[in-house]
């Protein structure tokens, strides 16, 4: 049980698309989500939190308008990057739990390795 | 502030066992974590204490102190694919996770 699947896997694209990342609790609802970015060797780093039906509380450095998370059902929140740079590229993963705040561990999907020529 | 302390990087042979301590301060407390996170891949769930003592979970087993903000994963029979970091992320008052840089894990024939 708790699988979270993220799509895609891969993008390579040009500096200046935006990119779409879905991640999608397959067998829970996950009432909240989290996205993260990972630089190699280094620590997870949450981006933002989002609770379904409500805006997302982005950390702080996160450019909300530039990382657009959708948190629109119990099983589906979608992260964009908008206009993605070289910089930008990363390794972007999503987490679900299923409760409300409470002591719920957080399941990963596989993440995303994003690379923007 | 929050902070976590691990080891940056272990090694152990194949068949014994390994003990990976993880010291934190954090703004309350919520229980703590360890997840596995194999190079280039998302992090799994192992295990999760909130209460001190040991928890048992088949080749691996979990210890917290709260009293002393410590924890320790015990891998036992460690096998080549136990070669991963391993985080150690306890939960603060507002329920999120704090995430350290964990402790690479190598294993030698």
């Known amino acids: 049980g708790a699988v979270v699947s993220q799509h895609p896997s891969w993008v390579i694209c040009k500096s200046g698309t935006s990119v779409k990342i879905e991640c999608r609790s397959l067998d829970f609802q996950a009432t909240t989500m989290f996205w993260y970015r990972q630089f190699p060797k280094q620590s997870l780093m949450l981006m933002a939190t989002s609770n379904e039906g409500s805006k997302a509380t982005y950390e702080q450095g996160v450019e909300k308008d530039k990382f657009l998370i959708n948190h629109a059902s119990l099983t589906l929140s979608t992260l964009t990057v908008t206009s993605a740079h070289p910089e930008d590229s990363s390794f972007y993963i999503c987490?679900?739990?299923?409760?409300?705040?409470?002591?719920?561990?957080?399941?990963f999907g596989d993440g995303t390795r994003l690379s923007i020529l | 502030g929050q902070n976590i302390d691990q080891p940056t990087e272990m090694t152990a042979t194949e068949g014994a066992i390994v003990q990976i301590n993880c010291t934190y301060q954090?703004?309350?407390?919520?229980?703590l974590f360890w997840y596995q996170q194999h190079a280039g891949e998302a992090p799994t769930f192992l295990s999760y204490?909130?209460l001190d003592g040991l928890e048992e979970k088949g080749r691996f087993s979990s210890f917290l102190s709260r009293s002393k903000g410590y924890s320790y994963l015990l891998l036992k029979e460690l096998q080549m694919k136990d070669s991963a970091s391993y985080l150690c992320a306890p939960m603060d008052s507002n329920y999120q996770l704090i995430w350290g840089a964990g402790t690479k894990l190598i294993i030698k024939p």
């Open positions: 954090t703004s309350g407390f919520n229980g």
């Open positions: 204490n909130v």
């Open positions: 987490s679900a739990r299923q409760a409300r705040g409470g002591n719920q561990p957080q399941h």
